[in-house]
C-alpha cells in the first residue's frame, strides 16, 4: 500500500462548479499535511497546509480526518484557471528531514 | 513567493556528456531536496540533505550524487548522461522555524538526453 494515495482523476467539471477531492494516508503519526497545486510542466505549488481544526483559504476549503486518516480539500465554485494537478503532501516522518511524501495527483479540468 | 532558482532551465545534451544542475535558496533553509518527475507521473524523491556536508539518498534509485557544501546550494551532476536521465529535476527546500514546515519547489530543470 503506497504511503499516500489519490484518486488520480481525471475531474472533468463545468464552471462553477464545487469539486473535492480526496488524499488518504497510512501512517497514523503523520503531523504535517498540505495541498499542491500543479500546472502542466511546471513546478509544485504550495496552495494550503492543512490544519487540524480545517482551514480555508477564498474558495478552497482543506480539512483533515485524523480518525479515517485523510486530508480533504475542496473547491468551490470553480473557474477555468483552477485547472491543474491538485498533490496531497503528508509528513509521515515527525521531525526527519525526509519531510513530505506525495500522492501522485489528481487532475481536474473545468470545462467552460 | 519562495526564494529558490535552478538553472538550466532547459538543457539538451549528448549522451556520455558530464552535467550539473544547480539549484540555490536564499531563505537559509537548512533542508534540501531534488525530485525527479516524468510528464504527467508522480514525483519521486532522489536526494535531501539535513544540512551543510549532509546527503542521503531517496526512495528513486538515481546515478546522480549531489553536494552540499553551503547551505545555499545544493548542486546535482551526472557524471555520464544517458537518454534514461531525461527528465524534469525539481529542487526543493524546507526550513525549520514555524509549524508546518512547508516546502517551497524551484521551477525546475528539464533535461533531454540524446
Known amino acids: 500500500r503506497k504511503e499516500v494515495e489519490q484518486d488520480p482523476g481525471p475531474f472533468n467539471v463545468p464552471e462553477g462548479a464545487t469539486v473535492a477531492f480526496n488524499c488518504t494516508y497510512s501512517n497514523s503519526a503523520s503531523q504535517s499535511f498540505f495541498w499542491y497545486r500543479q500546472d502542466c510542466r511546471k513546478e509544485p505549488k504550495l496552495l494550503m497546509s492543512?490544519?487540524?481544526s480545517g482551514n480555508e483559504d477564498g474558495r478552497f476549503t482543506a480539512q483533515l480526518n485524523r480518525a479515517s486518516q485523510y486530508i480533504s480539500l475542496l473547491i468551490r465554485d470553480s473557474k477555468l484557471s483552477d485547472s491543474a494537478t491538485y498533490l496531497c503532501?503528508?509528513?509521515?516522518?515527525?521531525?526527519?528531514?525526509?519531510?513530505?511524501?506525495f500522492g501522485s495527483g489528481t487532475q481536474l479540468t473545468v470545462l467552460p | 513567493e519562495a526564494d529558490i532558482y535552478q538553472t538550466p532551465r532547459y538543457l539538451v545534451i549528448g549522451t556520455g556528456k558530464k552535467i550539473t544542475l544547480e539549484c540555490s535558496q536564499t531563505?537559509?533553509?537548512?533542508?534540501m531536496y531534488w525530485y525527479q518527475q516524468d510528464p504527467g507521473m508522480e514525483l519521486h524523491l532522489i536526494h535531501y540533505s539535513y544540512g551543510v556536508n549532509s546527503t542521503e539518498k531517496g526512495d528513486l534509485s538515481s546515478e546522480s550524487t549531489v553536494s552540499r557544501i553551503r547551505t545555499e546550494h545544493f548542486p546535482l551532476t551526472l557524471e555520464s548522461a544517458r537518454p534514461s536521465h531525461t527528465s524534469q529535476y525539481l529542487c526543493a527546500s524546507t526550513g525549520t522555524s514555524g509549524r508546518y514546515n512547508e516546502q517551497f519547489f524551484g521551477p525546475g530543470t528539464r533535461l533531454t538526453v540524446l
Open positions: 531563505m537559509g533553509h537548512d533542508k
Open positions: 503532501a503528508v509528513n509521515p516522518h515527525s521531525g526527519s528531514a525526509r519531510q513530505l511524501t
Open positions: 492543512v490544519y487540524s
